[in-house]
C-alpha cells in the first residue's frame, strides 16, 4: 500500500505548494480557487510533520479512488434525475404560457427579458454548488462533520450574495436592452423589474440551495454518485420554482403601482440590505472567501449573455405567429443546460482526482477537435444519446397537458428536435474545450465553468428554437392558436 501511496502523497504535496498563496497585507494563507476541493486535509489548516502524515496515509483504507462506472450504469444514474429535471422544465414552460397572458407581463415586457437570466442562476449558483459539493464528496472532503458544514454554510451565504447582485444587475440589463430599442423609460417599471428580480433572485436561492444540500448529502449516504444527480436535481424544480415567484411577485407588485407607489422600492431596499449579512458569513470560511472575491466574473458574464437571449424571446414572443415559442423555451435551455452541466462537473472531478492546476492529461493535450469530446468521453456519447428519447417524452407531456400553440405534426418534431441535438452537441464540445482550458489556467471548473455553459444553453437554445418557429412560419406549418 505504501508503494502506491508515497507517490500520490508526493503529488498532493506538490499540490499544495503550487497552489497556496500569501497575502501581502499579513501572514495569513490565502486559498486558491482550485484548492478547496484538494484530497487532503488543508481546509481544516492541520499542520504537522511528515512522520505523522505518513503514518495517517499508510493507516487510511485506499478509498479515494475515481469512481468506477459501466455506461448502463452511468445512464441509469443519470436517466431519473434527467427525467425529473425535464418535467420540471415543462411545468415551467406551461407556467410561462400562462402568464404571459398577465397585466404584468403583457404591459411591462421586459420581464421577458429577466426570464432566462433568472432561470439561468441554477447554472449559475445552484449547478455550480452542486459540482462543488460534488467534488467535495468524491475527493473526502465532506467525511468531516466540521468541515461539511462549514463548506455548506460558507457556499450557501456565498450564494444568497451572488443572487442578490446579479438579481439587481440582470434587472439593469432588461431595463437598458427593452429601453434602448423601443427609446422610452419609466421609472416605475424599472423600480418594479428591479425589485421583482432581486426579490426572485433571493427567494428562489434560498429555497433551492437548501433542495440541493440535502441532495449532496442523501447521494453520499446512498453511496451514488453525486456528479450524476447533484446538477439535474438543481434544476428539477428550479425553474418552476423561479417561475413561479417572478410572476407572482411581479404582478403582486403590478398591482400595487398606482395604490402603493413605494412598495416596489421597499422591497427592493430589503432585499439589497441583507447582502452585508451574507456577505460576513461566506467570508468566515477559506474556500468561500476565496469565491467572494474571485467568483464573479463568471456569474455577471453569465447573465449578460443570458439575458440577450431573454433579448430574443421579448422579441419573438411579441410576434403573435411566433407565440408558440413560450412553452418549449424553458424546455431547449434547461435540458441543454441539465446535461451539460453533467458532463462538466464529471469532467471536473476526474481533473481534481488526476491532474495538478496547470497540468492536462495527454489526451487534453494539443489542438482541440470535435472528435475528441466523445472518443475521451463516454459519458458525452451517453449524454447525447439521451437528447431524442427525452425531448419525445417531453414534448407528448405538453401535447397531453394541451398547453402550448403548436400541435406537434412530423415537420415541427423533426426541426425542434434537429435544434435540440444540435444544442447539446455544440455545448458538450464547448465544456470540453472550457474546462480544460480553465484547469490549464488555474481557475477551478466547478466554480468557472457551468455559468458560461448553462449561459450560453439559454443563447443558443433561445436563438435555435427561434430560427426554427420562423422557419416553420415560412414553410407554412402555422397555427398559433392551439391551447388557448
Given at each position: 500500500?505504501?508503494?502506491?501511496i ?9 499540490y499544495?505548494?503550487r497552489?497556496s498563496?500569501?497575502?501581502?497585507d499579513?501572514?495569513?494563507?490565502r486559498y486558491s480557487?482550485t484548492e ?5 486535509g488543508?481546509?481544516s489548516?492541520e499542520?504537522?510533520d ?37 418535467f420540471?422544465t415543462v411545468s ?9 397572458h398577465w ?10 427579458i ?9 447554472g449559475?449558483l445552484e ?5 462543488r ?10 467525511d ?8 455548506i ?15 439587481f444587475?440582470?434587472a439593469?440589463?432588461?431595463v ?11 421609472m ?7 425589485s421583482?428580480s432581486?426579490?426572485?433572485?433571493f427567494i ?7 433542495i440541493?444540500?440535502?441532495v449532496i ?8 454518485n453525486?456528479d450524476?444527480?447533484?446538477?439535474p436535481?438543481a ?9 413561479a ?6 404582478q ?8 402603493h407607489p413605494?412598495?416596489?422600492s ?6 439589497l440590505?441583507?447582502t452585508?449579512?451574507w ?12 469565491l ?20 430574443i424571446l421579448?422579441?419573438t414572443?411579441s ?10 423555451t424553458?424546455?431547449?435551455?434547461g ?7 453533467i458532463?462538466?462537473?464529471?469532467i471536473?472531478?476526474h ?9 492536462v492529461p ?11 469530446t466523445?472518443?475521451n468521453?463516454?459519458?458525452a456519447?451517453?449524454?447525447l ?7 419525445l ?9 394541451k398547453?402550448?400553440?403548436t ?5 415541427f ?14 455545448l458538450?464540445c464547448?465544456?470540453d474545450w472550457m474546462?480544460?482550458s480553465?484547469?490549464?489556467s ?7 465553468s457551468?455559468?458560461y ?15 426554427s ?5 415560412y414553410?407554412?406549418?402555422q ?6
Open positions: 500500500s505504501k508503494i502506491s508515497y507517490p500520490r502523497r508526493k503529488v498532493v504535496l506538490n499544495i505548494a497552489t498563496v500569501s497575502l501581502s499579513g501572514g495569513d494563507v480557487e478547496p476541493m484538494l484530497p487532503e488543508t481546509l489548516g499542520e504537522g511528515d512522520e505523522e502524515k505518513e503514518e495517517e496515509e499508510s493507516q487510511r483504507p485506499p478509498t479515494r479512488n475515481m469512481p468506477k462506472e459501466s455506461p448502463l450504469a452511468m445512464a441509469l444514474q443519470i436517466v431519473v434525475p434527467f427525467l425529473l429535471a425535464g420540471g415551467a414552460g406551461m407556467v410561462l404560457d400562462i402568464v404571459q397585466d404584468a407581463f403583457k404591459y411591462i415586457t421586459e420581464i421577458f429577466l426570464v432566462p437570466a433568472l432561470l439561468g442562476l441554477k449559475n449547478m455550480t454548488l452542486a459540482s459539493l460534488s467534488t467535495a464528496v468524491n475527493v473526502g472532503k465532506m468531516s462533520p466540521i468541515e461539511k458544514w462549514n463548506l454554510i460558507g457556499n450557501l451565504a456565498l450564494k444568497q450574495v451572488q443572487a442578490t447582485v446579479v438579481g444587475l440582470a439593469v440589463a432588461a437598458v436592452l427593452g429601453w434602448i430599442p423601443e427609446g422610452k423609460f419609466q416605475s417599471h424599472a423600480v418594479l423589474l428591479c421583482a432581486v426579490a426572485t433572485a428562489a436561492s434560498m429555497l433551492q440551495g437548501f440541493m444540500v440535502g448529502v442523501g447521494s453520499k449516504k446512498t453511496g451514488i453525486p450524476n444527480v447533484a446538477t436535481i434544476a428539477s424544480f428550479g425553474d418552476l420554482i423561479t417561475l415567484i417572478l410572476a407572482w411577485i411581479s403582486g407588485l403590478y398591482n400595487c403601482l398606482d395604490s413605494y412598495a416596489s421597499l422591497v427592493c431596499a430589503f432585499f440590505s441583507l452585508p449579512v456577505m460576513v458569513i461566506s467570508s468566515k470560511h477559506p474556500a468561500s472567501r476565496t467572494l472575491y474571485s467568483g464573479w466574473e463568471p456569474v455577471i458574464t453569465a447573465m449578460v449573455i443570458s439575458s440577450i437571449g431573454g433579448l421579448d422579441k414572443v410576434d403573435p405567429n411566433l407565440a408558440g415559442i413560450v412553452v418549449y424553458p424546455v431547449i435551455n435540458i441543454g443546460g441539465n446535461l451539460v452541466a458532463q462538466s462537473s464529471r471536473s472531478t481533473l481534481h482526482f488526476h491532474s495538478a492546476p496547470g497540468e495527454e489526451e487534453a493535450k494539443g489542438c482541440y477537435y470535435p472528435c475528441r466523445f472518443s468521453h463516454r459519458s456519447q451517453v449524454l444519446l439521451l437528447v431524442l428519447p427525452g425531448h417524452i417531453f414534448l407528448y407531456t405538453i401535447h397531453l397537458m398547453s402550448g400553440h400541435t406537434l405534426t412530423p415537420i418534431m423533426t426541426v425542434y428536435l434537429a435544434a435540440a441535438l444540435l444544442q447539446v452537441f455544440l458538450l464547448i465544456a474546462v480544460y480553465m484547469w490549464r488555474g481557475k477551478d471548473p466547478d466554480s468557472f457551468i455559468p455553459l448553462t449561459a450560453l444553453g439559454d443563447l443558443l437554445g433561445t436563438a435555435l428554437l427561434a430560427l418557429f420562423q422557419f416553420l412560419w414553410i407554412g406549418d397555427d398559433s392558436d392551439v391551447g388557448d
